[in-house]
């Protein structure tokens, strides 16, 4: 059987996701504390999926001669909700830190912030700031 | 050739969901178990990619972003009733 160019590009790429899909779990299980845990799954899997929805959307014109734009659409919204979703997680870690409300030994995040640089403090501890030494809620 | 990369595709993306399952499981915050669910999520939308080039039909693209929709909502959920202890203020 040979293969074809556009049968070998669309291997290379489905491997390439395939290695990226890996390296971004793998980051996720094996760095030490959330903050550099985030970079894995936010770029690295986005990447994997994003080359395994590009294979696919070369496969189907290709290989079937249909064309749709849902791979596409898939793309554009990854690409979008991925570092809203790493925006969000940081918040709610920095959140918890600060607060001491994880069972877990703090890892610092919190007090080695720079100063936010506007005259008031960062907007993730607004209003709602107790003392570490409050009881949890 | 495409079936061979599809498979080996395939297995590093199960590799790869179960590395989250086991971040999931393990912790220790709950920061980190939302960010391994979110990875689960979307690595099972490129397993949908992948088994709909395995067997030729496109049947699974309408799942696949329900699936994207729905992981971003709920990851943004529980995000928020962590940072505020509610969703809906």
């Known amino acids: ?137 | 050739m495409i079936e061979i990369a599809v498979l080996f595709t395939i297995s590093c993306v199960g590799l790869a969901m179960a590395l989250n399952l086991w971040r999931l499981a393990k912790g220790p915050t709950q920061a980190d178990r939302i960010l391994a669910l979110d990875t689960m999520t979307i690595n099972a939308i490129a397993l949908m990619v992948l088994m709909q080039i395995q067997q030729g039909s496109a049947v699974y693209f309408e799942a696949a972003l329900l699936l994207a929709m729905v992981g971003f909502v709920g990851t943004v959920a529980y995000c928020k009733f962590l940072l505020r202890g509610d969703i809906i203020e």
């Open chain 1, 1 to 137: 059987m040979d293969a074809g160019p556009v049968e070998i590009l669309i291997s290379a790429i489905l491997v390439v996701g395939g290695f990226f899909a890996l390296v971004g779990s793998w980051g996720l299980a094996r760095m030490p504390t959330l903050m550099t845990r985030l970079h894995g799954p936010t770029k690295v899997t986005t990447l994997g999926v994003g080359s395994c929805l590009i294979a696919s959307m070369i496969y189907f014109p290709a290989m079937q001669g249909t064309f749709s734009a849902h791979e596409l659409l898939i793309t554009l919204f990854l690409f979008l909700t991925a570092p809203i979703t790493a925006n969000m997680i940081a918040k709610a870690h920095l959140h918890r830190q600060k607060r001491g409300l994880d069972a877990e030994p703090m890892d610092g995040i919190a007090d080695s912030l720079p100063e936010s640089g506007v005259g008031t403090g960062w907007a993730t501890f607004a209003g709602r700031l107790t003392e570490p030494s409050d009881p949890p809620r």
